[in-house]
């Protein structure tokens, strides 16, 4: 006896189906979809089926619905923020699993943070600047909490600065990642003085658009982070 295959549920079908032509640029950021009657009859699907397919799409960002005499179902223009939430949970899960380590984290920020300080060294512009003087931390007297929201703050702040969309994209679940209590708990007492340092190094050659510097001061940054959490 063999098993049969189950196949998905119609809204699931259409929303895939939907969703590739969304996902291959047939259906372009500001298009309409073809208004639900017409999908009814295209597909062969009752209308509760197009709309609960429609929803789906919709709670991933994919298309917003509006309502009215010009409302409808339109293909949503890409933000980094929105999906990267779709990335965050898949993530999240990741870096929590038996398959993924601190080290794994730890490569993947450095293949990303090195090449991205250097990109915006050459491309920053002064709001880019602004944003990563907000990000900065005093040691002295900010509290863990601040410190550990602003420290992937300032490294957010440089993947925007890079100018290109996917470092921001990329950057955001990783940074929503947790080290654990286990390795924040047992940080030596000058380890937030020398990230202060860093970054504030990193923001130096930043400013002068010292694209070497930039990338040689975020290795070192990060190779001490290893060090000090492995």
Excluded at 45 to 62: D, F, I, K, P
Excluded at 75 to 83: C, E, F, K, R, T
Excluded at 90 to 117: K, T
Aim: hydrophobic share 45%; proline share 6%.
């Amino acid at each position: 006896m063999t098993g049969s295959t189950v196949r998905p549920p119609a809204y699931q079908q259409l929303a895939d189906e939907l969703r590739a032509e969304i996902t291959s640029g047939r259906l372009q950021p500001g298009e309409r979809l073809p208004p639900e009657p017409e999908l009814c009859v295209k597909i062969g699907v009752s209308r509760s089926t197009v709309r609960e397919a429609l929803r789906l799409l919709a709670s991933q960002h994919l298309i917003v619905t509006t309502r009215g005499v010009t409302g409808g179902s339109f293909v949503a223009h890409p933000d980094a923020g929105q999906l990267a939430d779709g990335l965050s949970t898949g993530f999240a899960l990741l870096a929590h699993s038996a398959d993924v380590g601190l080290a794994d984290l730890l490569e993947l920020r450095h293949a990303l943070e090195v090449p991205a300080a250097g990109l915006a060294a050459v491309r920053r512009a002064d709001n880019h600047l602004t944003e990563l003087r907000g990000a900065l931390f005093d040691p002295a007297i900010d509290d863990f909490d601040t410190m550990m929201a602003a420290h992937p703050a300032f490294h957010r702040a440089m993947a925007k600065a890079t100018g290109n969309p996917l470092f921001e994209l990329v950057s955001l679940p990783l940074y929503e990642a947790t080290y654990g209590e286990e390795v924040t708990a047992g940080l030596p007492a000058d380890y937030w003085h020398r990230i202060d340092a860093d970054h504030r190094a990193i923001l130096d050659c930043v400013v002068a658009r010292d694209a070497d510097g930039a990338t040689r001061t975020a290795a070192t940054h990060l190779e001490f982070i290893a060090e000090t959490v492995r």
